[in-house]
């Protein structure tokens, strides 16, 4: 099993920015497209954006966040980054990052594997607050 690291969370005020980072050590990131997911408190986890596979990738982004947030690569790193500007209250939740075993990016639903238990990485809290 291929667990994924996330990090970069924290608390920050409304309309600040924030970076998230998501690598592995087990396997090359380059390969695959890369979900982000975000749970909030007493909410069930949902996906919110997808970067495709390759040096850049093709970014799918739900309404709630597109504009606000964008995903990047550094294959040198091995890291998928989750950029998210002007953060609002709303997106206080703890944030996920999974990986789809495919190049590219179709929907927002957690890949399959990730039903199985003890699959999601600890995820990073991120609260936006005054």
């Known amino acids: 099993q291929v667990q994924l690291v996330e990090s970069g969370g924290g608390l920050v005020q409304p309309g600040e920015s924030l970076r998230l980072s998501c690598t592995t050590s087990?396997?090359?990131?380059?390969?695959?497209?890369i979900g982000w997911f975000r749970q909030a408190p007493n909410k069930e986890r949902e996906g919110i954006l997808c970067?495709?596979?390759?040096?850049?990738?093709?970014?799918e982004a739900v309404d709630a966040v597109k504009g606000r947030f964008t995903a990047s690569r550094d294959n040198g790193k091995n890291t998928v980054y989750l950029q998210m500007n002007n953060l609002k209250p709303e997106d206080t939740a703890v944030y996920y990052c999974?990986?789809?075993?495919?190049?590219?990016?179709?929907?927002?639903?957690?890949?399959?594997?990730?039903?199985?238990?003890?699959?999601w990485g600890k995820g990073t809290l991120v609260t936006v607050s005054s």
């Open positions: 970067i495709s596979n390759g040096s850049e990738g093709t970014i």
């Open positions: 999974a990986i789809y075993y495919r190049t590219y990016c179709s929907g927002f639903q957690p890949p399959l594997a990730y039903n199985e238990p003890g699959r």
């Open positions: 087990a396997l090359s990131l380059y390969s695959y497209a």
